[in-house]
């Protein structure tokens, strides 16, 4: 089928029909940061049934220099990335950023964010910093402050990682305050657990074991309000490693 598509006019017209198609069905995945619903479970079956079409589409982009295409798909597959292959996930960014001149500026702040998470999660540190500090840039000039608010936060936490705690609160509270301002509760609330959560760390990196508990006691039961599992696993692995290092060790 390929061979007689290669072979006919059409052939540009059906493969952007079939990257169109893909990016509708990824962006249905819920696996982007910057539009998660967190009222819908993240469909990882999807990118996992329809990987190849992905790649498929991905290829045709690059190939084809329709870089906002492509990086629109990249970016609802981020959370993809993340989880199976962030080395992946930051070729086809790569490759798709060397096209990417004349891209719209809110294409360009989202695909920055998934970038710098691929690297982030593949210990490319320096690249990481450089791309969330480049994605801010871009989310401040479109004045989207749930946009910057999330890439505070990850500043923050890259910040807390290199042991720069005082810098690290100050992103982080930074983030809080902007999203304090968003008008939806229940991502209001979500924001909340992340932020006291990483607060708790950055107590626990201080030395305030005690002052690191209650915080992430609180981001606990706050993850638990909004119903998420895998939030909620995290914050118990942390007050486990916390209460071991206050001697409870059968609450640890």
């Keep these: 089928a390929l061979e007689l598509l ?6 540009d017209d059906v493969r952007a029909r079939h990257a169109d198609h893909f990016l509708s069905v990824m962006q249905g995945a819920n696996l982007s940061t ?6 819908k479970p993240m469909r990882h079956d999807i990118a996992f049934a329809e990987q190849d079409n ?4 991905l290829a045709w982009a690059v190939e084809s220099a329709r870089p906002a295409t492509g990086l629109e798909l990249a970016t609802a ?7 199976n292959d962030p080395e992946e996930g930051q070729r086809w960014l790569g490759a798709l950023f060397e096209q990417a001149e004349g891209v719209p500026l809110d294409v360009r702040a989202h695909a920055l964010r998934s970038y710098a998470s691929c690297a982030d999660i593949g210990g490319r540190d ?76 950055i107590a626990r990196d201080e030395g305030d074991l005690l002052e690191a508990f209650d ?25 486990g490693a916390l209460a071991l290092g206050l001697g409870r060790t059968d609450d640890a």
């Design 6 to 11: 290669d072979t006919s006019d059409q052939a």
């Design 34 to 39: 910057g539009v998660l619903d967190l009222r």
């Design 54 to 57: 992905v790649r498929a589409a």
């Design 77 to 83: 597959a981020e959370w993809f990335w993340i989880l």
């Design 126 to 201: 320096e690249l990481a910093a450089q791309l969330y500090g480049s994605s801010l840039e871009a989310f401040e000039e479109l004045g989207d402050e749930d946009g910057q608010a999330k890439l505070l936060h990850r500043l923050g936490i890259q910040a807390m990682r290199q042991g720069a705690l005082a810098r690290a609160r100050e992103y982080v509270e930074a983030s809080w305050k902007l999203h304090q301002r968003n008008e939806n509760p229940l991502e209001r609330a979500w924001a909340r657990t992340q932020i006291v959560g990483t607060l708790g760390a």
């Design 215 to 239: 915080l992430v006691q609180e981001a606990l039961e706050i993850a638990r309000e909004v119903g998420h599992p895998w939030c909620e696993s995290g914050m118990l692995a942390e007050l």
